[in-house]
């Protein structure tokens, strides 16, 4: 499998929480961010022709690519169709909308590109939350994203919550969860908080101006998984949730460790069994595409023998499918029983046919369950 992602760098407003890789819209860089964006694919193209023809999934993720004008959009999709992306008829065409952008021209616009599958970040219902965190939209332009997108015949609909936030109750959180999952989408996904020291947030944690509850983090997690259960919603991933059918192909092939090819700063790829990543602060962007967009100015992440043992009993772990103890061990890799065991004894972890999962409160612990797995791992 080979998917492409598109990084779009702008977002409104950045949130108090935010420690991803975005900067403040502005209007005047959205010509040129589309114009380094198509220089940045075809000089990828140029290289490795045969490569984007070979894409199943698509998917334009930020900070905010509903923000981006439509002509934006547009010349986004037409530099991909012409370097042989066959936006028609791949698997998954996916993009994140938040709802201060999730306006009639920018669905539809969106919709005449190719999108299928729509991802809208809501975090919370509550308002005093949302202004909590610093979003940028009220919970009333949340509803109406939502009852937009999910009207959209045939389209795919997945939102994000969050929880664990400062001032959060498990009430309220499964709240959330009710009322979204009563809306007819098919997929769902929620993430605990995690404080930045670098964010806004966290420097008011830090300060002692806002706290947050960590021991309501499991009956959060586990109250939320329990209601989607009862509503045909499967945990495919520790965060993530689908009725059938409707589980992200983009995203399941990271976690497969599959190849995909990322455009826009910063922007990461696996591509030919090497991870690396293009500039990140958007002028150092700029430069990299001004001349060429050359390997040379990537950053390569060399991944040795550990790393790569690493990663898959990571990326297992998280899934539903998880880890396949008697592919490792035909890799010459063994895992020393003695490490799930004890897990298994819990009721936290399962072995079935040679296959190690998750299961019940275990899902809380696989940080732990994976340092135990990865420090009795042996080869051969
Ligand atoms: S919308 Fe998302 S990416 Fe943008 S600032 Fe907020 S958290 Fe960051």
């Not at 690396?276 to 060429?292: D, T």
């Not at 009993?313 to 065991?341: A, C, F, H, M």
Request: some cysteine; glycine content about 8%.
């Amino acid at each position: 499998m080979f998917g492409i992602y598109i990084h779009v760098p702008f977002c409104a407003k950045i949130c108090d929480y935010c420690d991803f890789r975005v900067m403040p819209a502005n209007s005047k860089l959205f010509e040129e961010y589309s114009s380094l964006l198509e220089r940045e694919i075809r000089a990828f193209n140029a290289a490795h022709p045969e490569a984007l023809s070979q894409a199943r999934t698509l998917y334009l993720g930020g900070g905010t690519p509903s923000i981006l004008p439509s002509a934006c959009l547009e010349r986004i999709f037409a530099v991909l169709k012409d370097c042989c992306v066959r936006v028609d008829s791949l698997d998954e065409v996916s993009m994140e909308f938040n709802p201060e952008s999730c306006t009639e021209e920018s669905v539809q616009t969106a919709l005449a590109c190719g999108v299928r599958r729509f991802s809208l970040g809501l975090q919370t219902f509550s308002q005093s939350l949302l202004d909590r965190i610093g979003r940028r939209h009220t919970v009333e332009r949340g509803f109406d994203a939502l009852r937009r997108l999910t009207s959209i015949p045939r389209a795919k609909v997945t939102g994000d919550l969050m929880f664990d936030l400062p001032g959060q109750t498990v009430d309220s959180f499964l709240s959330d969860v009710d009322r979204l999952s009563d809306f007819p989408l098919g997929h769902l996904s929620f993430y605990g908080l995690n404080v930045g020291e670098r964010t806004r947030l966290g420097g008011r944690v830090s300060r002692g101006e806002e706290t947050v509850d960590d021991s309501l983090y499991e009956p959060m997690y586990l109250g939320g998984v329990e209601i989607l259960e009862k509503k045909g919603f499967a945990r495919y991933e520790v965060s993530n949730f689908a009725k059938l059918g409707d589980e992200s192909i983009h995203n399941v092939n990271y976690w497969n460790r599959g190849e995909y090819i990322g455009f826009g700063p910063g922007a990461h790829s696996f591509f030919k069994g090497r991870r690396f990543c293009a500039p990140e602060m958007y002028p150092r962007w700029r430069e990299y595409v001004n001349v060429g967009a050359p390997d040379s100015l990537l950053t390569y992440d060399e991944l040795n023998d550990d790393d790569i043992l690493t990663e898959r009993v990571w990326l297992s772990l998280r899934q539903r499918s998880g880890l396949d103890l008697n592919t490792l061990k035909s890799d010459g890799i063994v895992v020393s029983p003695e490490s799930y065991q004890p897990w298994v004894d819990k009721g936290f972890a399962t072995v079935d046919g040679g296959v190690l999962k998750l299961q019940g409160r275990g899902w809380i612990f696989m940080d732990s369950v994976v340092t135990d797995v990865l420090n009795a791992c042996s080869r051969k």
